[in-house]
């Protein structure tokens, strides 16, 4: 198991960029496919984006693809979320997640074994 924490959350307006970061603990994550989820107020958890092993595929939702950027640095255990041109319907608590699989195991929550305790993005109009 890894343990997982996310950073870099925080109160932006229309437009502004944030980057969030997760740091993984306990094992490294060299052979983990990492992702990105988010949950908004009243709403189901929903993928946002993720990458295979050593960053060479990567998948997005549609409504992020463009303006958002995963990447990793196994060196330093992280993986990070640079989000561009934010929105307001961007906002919502951000989980970092991760499954030892090399590739991207899918799009499903359920795909992914370790979770982060979130960090909350809210982007006001």
């Known amino acids: 198991q890894v343990q997982l924490v996310e950073s870099g959350g925080g109160l932006v307006q229309a437009g502004d960029s944030l980057r969030l970061s997760c740091l993984a603990s306990g094992r490294t994550i060299s052979n983990y496919a990492l992702g990105w989820f988010r949950q908004a107020p009243g709403k189901e958890r929903e993928f946002v984006a993720a990458i295979s092993w050593r960053g060479g595929s990567t998948v997005y939702t549609d409504s992020v693809k463009g303006r958002f950027t995963i990447s990793r640095d196994n060196g330093k255990n992280t993986v990070f979320l640079q989000m561009n041109s934010l929105k307001p319907e961007d906002t919502a608590v951000y989980y970092c997640?991760?499954?030892?699989?090399?590739?991207?195991?899918?799009?499903?929550?359920?795909?992914?074994?370790?979770w982060g305790q979130g960090t909350q993005v809210t982007v006001s109009s």
């Open positions: 997640a991760a499954k030892l699989l090399k590739v991207v195991p899918g799009t499903s929550p359920g795909q992914y074994d370790d």
